[in-house]
């Protein structure tokens, strides 16, 4: 199965930007999809999860400012990001996982960057 990520890009502070990501192939029974981020010498971070039964999981930062969704059907995961921070900053990946297990399937990233 191969994730690809797509909707980064530069944003000004308070705006807002999309982020899709699609999982392709099969042999990967997907229980939950998630959106990690990391930033220049920083660990990458769990920004927000959702499992294929609609539980979702926000980094307290973005709690509120970012909604995460999924189409279990399409295998597809979106992150609406609004009122953007500069420190929202980064590359963002997306991630699978299956029942049980850690997140362990990763997209390539895409940057996005907050910036006036």
């Known amino acids: 199965v191969q994730l690809v990520e797509s909707g980064g890009g530069l944003v000004q502070p308070g705006g807002s930007l999309g982020l899709s990501c699609a999982a392709s192939?099969?042999?990967?029974?997907?229980?939950?999809m998630g959106w990690y981020r990391q930033a220049p010498g920083k660990q990458r971070e769990l920004v927000a999860s959702?499992?294929?039964?609609?539980?979702?999981d926000y980094l307290d930062s973005v709690e509120g400012r970012f909604t995460i969704s999924m189409d279990s059907t399409k295998n597809m995961v979106y992150l609406q990001m609004n009122m953007v921070k500069p420190e929202d900053t980064a590359v963002y990946y997306c991630?699978?996982?299956?029942?049980?297990?850690?997140?362990?399937?990763w997209g390539l990233g895409t940057q996005v960057t907050v910036s006036s």
């Open positions: 192939g099969s042999g990967f029974s997907i229980y939950a």
């Open positions: 959702m499992t294929s039964n609609g539980k979702a």
């Open positions: 991630s699978a996982r299956r029942y049980a297990e850690q997140f362990g399937l």
